[in-house]
């Protein structure tokens, strides 16, 4: 499909990106910067709105660079989700309250039109475009408080570990197209099928693993995700651990089917090892964490492990997984670090130990983040456990009986430290010198009772999720 | 209402938590009654079930199947035969008496008693649907359901270690559920069409090496939760440090959904692989029995001794099923049953000398009997039927099941016996300890029993000698059932 007719596809990235430059001239225009944050929260509905479901048929825009598929269409949901709710976040953090705020929501309008792109990108080249316009945004967004010394090194590392992977997955790539003397995603599928050409593919894949892995924190490309999502401001802690990720996988998922599905049997039993250790890893060190932030990080490793097991399995069954997954971490994570914005909105500090007595302090608070806590734990019918199911099912399907028992340790191993949490809250009795909790500002409350919604409905009825989802 | 009976059954108490969350915190009086009361309507609609229940017959009866996730085929699937209708009898009979027992509780008194209650009603729905799903995803789900608020009612309202105990109750269980998930997956995946439906599953044939590990999956969950030696050792913490009304679910219902897992699931599912494990079965049945036994007598600690009977109990109720025979089956079930309303009662008893003496080690009371008299009457009864008095209802289990276990080994039968004596000197020496000799002056003002703890007691009683005196009015609802299970194991009745 020529640009043109591609033009009346795309509407719900014009809408953002016109959003975005309107949000900048608007920062300009009010003194009120809360104005932006609710102009930008606009765009984003009428950017949803304007997003329409392909239903079936695989739409090939811009002479083949994206692919609006079923698959494209809910990940670009998923990013606007995603986004608004970080938006909403924002808008009551304190911190952003000193300066530049306005900015702080247009960069965010041009991340959801990167995330969406990212979606659909359907050629090596647009792939990595796209995947280093989101980076770029989450190296800046992260130092976005640049006058704390902690934001300013989690912004540096992020920016030198990310330039090295990306920089690997550039190398492979390249060594693709030189095979395949294309950047077109079947050229190099064809390329690939031939028997000399296993060597070159599985070099190939290793590079993405690299590339793609430092997105969605696998091990042992993770070592940025506890700095930089301790020393990002909140909100973008809470986005940076789900869309990044999820879009990672996105892209994970579309270049394994696309392209090196053939070497599968090369690369699966890689990917099974990294999904183990990504799990282990990130459940060993969690245990012993006492800031919040660092905890969710090491939290939000650990469950990439666990996504992974779908994409090590690489069956319809485990690339559902990764889907229904990712939606239950959605909105649980992004529940959880709602309140961890409530929490530092009144105590100034994000140590696990100010949690302490926040069943007294606030019971509704508590009782969202049990909520929360116990979804990512995998407790029924809460989202989460819908989306281990999904994994575990999937590895039992495939026969990965190793992979599914080491997650179901793993899953022991994690409910010791998710419920470290809920013991501070419940069973810890408040000091003295804790403050109180005043009301609550309006914005995360209402993310609160969206996400666990989001968590519960998925949980009781996910019949009615995987019908969207999947048709 | 009856046309969804099970469904109420098991809802109705979600309906009370959700009622007590409305109402403000400091109504006491409302909050204590709106628990009291469901407790009582859920066992009022159990007993709704007897005139509809037709006990002459095995199959499962007020089935409720509805389609609940269709791309796996995962319905809401509950049904009730011989098995769980004990069980769920079991499960109103003791929640109105922790209920009860919990009104006078001091930890609860203390603060927090709306959280309580709701967690109490949870854990309430939770155990009715374990026993009354028939379709293993949801199984899975009400059995997961039960850990959460047990957690909380320990970790909050329990004793000194409470919050270590909670923890390792909740992971030891989960950490068991988790391996049984992967079996329930397995079998999913193994079966032909894929279904989580037992009335179907039931009647599959897997190949033995399939059954051998799934049965250990399954296994893993359900040993741990009875518990069956060596995964024992969660049992004492939790049961010591929970307050007295959390002990007596415990001890009286949770215990009996991991044997209750056995019956239900792993002996219909896989009973080539149950035939293959039957001399391990009984081999840990024995070791349960005997090493509870002798680590009972060793306790100082009322509690302690009341927790570490358990394990040999349930050790009967293991060597029942190990068994594999009507008589052993029989014996299993019953003395799940009575075990239930016997260590439920004792473990009141135990929280009635507590509130008074703050203290439970043994060897600080003595000469009690002349001081409460009527609590030593009852703690004498409750004793005498667990050490198997004849008369009373844990002399018929226990006998049934050492009759079952005599017909498949002579051996491990004798060693079981020993279980008998040592229960006989335990609860004898406590007996001796806490009633006779000398009076402690510390507790010459010791009130005796009051009529709220004799509430939670006699009925408990009533049913432990009834079917003590007369076993055919239970063993009626539970034989058909159980012939029907043995019968496609493929073994003789």
Not at chain 1, 147 to 156: F, G, I, M, T
Not at chain 1, 276 to 302: C, D, E, P, V, W
Not at chain 2, 448 to 470: A, R
Request: charged share 10%; glycine share 10%.
């Amino acid at each position: 499909m020529g640009p043109v007719e591609s033009l009346k596809y795309f509407i719900p990235e014009l809408i953002i990106l016109c959003g975005a430059f309107g949000a900048f001239l608007l920062d300009f225009a009010v003194r009120n910067k809360r104005a932006v944050g609710i102009f930008s929260l606009f765009v984003m509905a009428a950017a949803a709105f304007a997003m329409k479901n392909p239903a079936g048929e695989t739409l090939s825009l811009f002479y083949g660079f994206f692919h609006l598929d079923v698959f494209a269409h809910w990940f670009r949901i998923f990013a606007l989700i995603a986004v608004s709710v970080t938006l909403m976040l924002a808008m009551d953090y304190p911190p952003l309250k000193n300066r530049y705020e306005g900015e702080f929501y247009g960069l965010f309008l041009f991340m959801a039109f990167a995330l969406i792109t990212v979606a659909a990108a359907n050629n090596l080249l647009m792939i990595f475009l796209a995947v280093e316009f989101v980076s770029l945004l989450s190296y800046l967004l992260t130092g976005f408080l640049k006058h704390d010394p902690k934001a300013k090194e989690a912004a540096v590392k992020y920016l030198l570990f990310g330039s090295v992977c990306s920089g690997i997955m550039l190398y492979g790539i390249s060594l693709l197209y030189g095979a395949a003397g294309s950047i077109e995603l079947g050229h190099v599928w064809q390329t690939l099928r031939s028997p000399s050409m296993s060597a070159l593919g599985t070099v190939g894949v290793l590079c993405f693993f690299a590339g793609l892995g430092f997105k969605i924190s696998m091990a042992p490309f993770h070592m940025w995700a506890p700095d930089v999502y301790e020393g990002a401001p909140t909100p973008v802690t809470a986005f940076l651990t789900v869309g990044p990720k999820a879009l990672g996988f996105a892209v994970f998922t579309r270049v394994l089917i696309t392209v090196f599905s053939p070497s599968f049997a090369h690369w699966g039993v890689v990917l099974t090892a990294l999904s183990m250790l990504t799990m282990t890893i990130g459940n060993l060190t969690a245990i012993s964490q006492t800031n919040i932030k660092r905890f969710f990080a090491y939290s939000s490793i650990a469950q990439a492990g666990y996504i992974l097991m779908g994409l090590a399995v690489f069956s319809p069954l485990g690339q559902n997984a990764v889907m229904i997954y990712l939606f239950a971490y959605l909105f649980t994570n992004l529940g959880a670090f709602a309140v961890v914005c409530l929490v530092e909105g009144a105590s100034g500090k994000s140590n696990i130990s100010d949690y302490a007595g926040l069943s007294e302090r606030s019971p509704a608070t508590a009782f969202f983040m049990t909520v929360f806590l116990l979804s990512l734990t995998g407790i029924p019918p809460l989202a989460g456990f819908i989306g281990k199911y999904y994994v575990f099912a999937a590895a039992i399907e495939g026969k990965a009986i190793a992979l599914a028992v080491v997650a179901a340790v793993n899953s022991a191993v994690a409910a010791y430290y998710y419920f470290r949490i809920i013991r501070v809250m419940y069973l810890v009795p408040k000091a003295e010198t804790q403050p109180t909790f005043g009301t609550s500002p309006l914005y995360p409350k209402i993310v609160l009772w969206l996400m666990s919604a989001g968590v519960v409905t998925l949980g009781l009825f996910p019949g009615y999720f995987i019908k969207l989802l999947f048709g | 209402m009856t046309s969804h009976l099970l469904s109420w059954i098991t809802f109705t108490p979600l309906i009370g938590a959700f009622v007590l969350l409305c109402l403000p915190k400091r109504a006491h009086d409302w909050i204590r009654w709106i628990a009291l009361a469901t407790t009582a309507i859920t066992a009022g609609l159990v007993c709704l079930a007897f005139p509809l229940f037709r006990a002459s017959e095995s199959g499962f009866q007020l089935v409720e199947r509805a389609m609940w996730i269709p791309q796996f085929n995962i319905q809401y699937l509950l049904g009730m035969d011989g098995i769980s209708f004990p069980m769920v009898f079991l499960t109103a009979l003791i929640s109105i008496m922790a209920c009860l027992g919990s009104l006078a509780h001091i930890r609860v008194k203390g603060g927090r008693e709306k959280e309580y209650y709701f967690l109490f009603l949870l854990l309430e729905t939770g155990i009715m649907g374990t026993f009354l799903a028939l379709d293993l995803f949801l199984f899975y789900i009400f059995w997961e359901v039960v850990l959460v608020p047990m957690y909380f009612l320990i970790g909050i309202w329990g004793g000194p270690r409470k919050e270590y105990a909670a923890i390792k109750f909740f992971l030891y269980t989960l950490a068991g559920s988790l391996f049984m998930l992967l079996g329930i997956l397995a079998v999913y995946f193994g079966s032909e069409p894929r279904t989580f439906d037992m009335t179907l599953l039931a009647s599959m044939k897997y190949g033995l090496v399939f059954q051998k590990i799934v049965f250990l999956a399954f296994f893993l969950g359900f040993a741990i939760k009875v518990p069956i030696f060596p995964f024992h050792t969660w049992l004492p913490d939790a049961h010591v440090e929970a307050p007295t009304p959390i002990s007596v679910i415990l001890a009286g219902v949770l215990l009996k959904m991991g044997t209750y897992g056995f019956l239900r699931f792993s002996y219909p599912l896989f009973p080539d692989a149950a035939r293959w494990f039957q001399p391990a079965m009984g081999v840990l049945a024995v070791i349960g029995i005997i090493y509870g036994g002798f680590v009972a007598l060793a306790q100082t600690d009322f509690k302690k001794m009341v927790a570490y009977s358990s394990v040999s109990h349930m050790g009967f109720v293991l060597l029942g099923l190990a068994a594999m025979n009507a008589d052993g089956f029989r014996g299993a079930l019953l003395q799940m049953f009575s075990h239930g309303t016997i260590t439920g009662g004792l473990f009141l008893l135990v929280g009635v000398l507590y509130d008074r003496a703050h203290t439970r080690d043994l060897n600080d009371f003595g000469g009690l009997g002349e001081k409460m008299p009527v609590y030593a009457g009852i703690l004498i009864f409750f004793s005498l039927a667990s050490l198997g008095l004849p008369g009373l209802s844990g002399f018929v289990s226990e006998f049934l099941t050492l009759l079952g276990s005599f017909q498949y080994s002579k051996l491990m039968t004798g060693l079981a016996a020993i279980g008998i004596l040592l229960a006989a000197t335990y609860l004898l020496y406590m007996i001796q300890r806490i009633l006779l000799g000398k009076l402690n002056p510390k507790w010459s003002s010791l009130p005796d029993i009051n009529y709220l703890e004799l509430s939670t007691l006699v009925p408990l009683m009533i049913f432990i000698l009834g079917i003590g005196l007369y076993p055919k009015i239970i063993l009626d609802y539970m034989i058909p059932t159980l012939d029907g299970l043995l019968k496609t194991m493929g073994g003789a009745v």
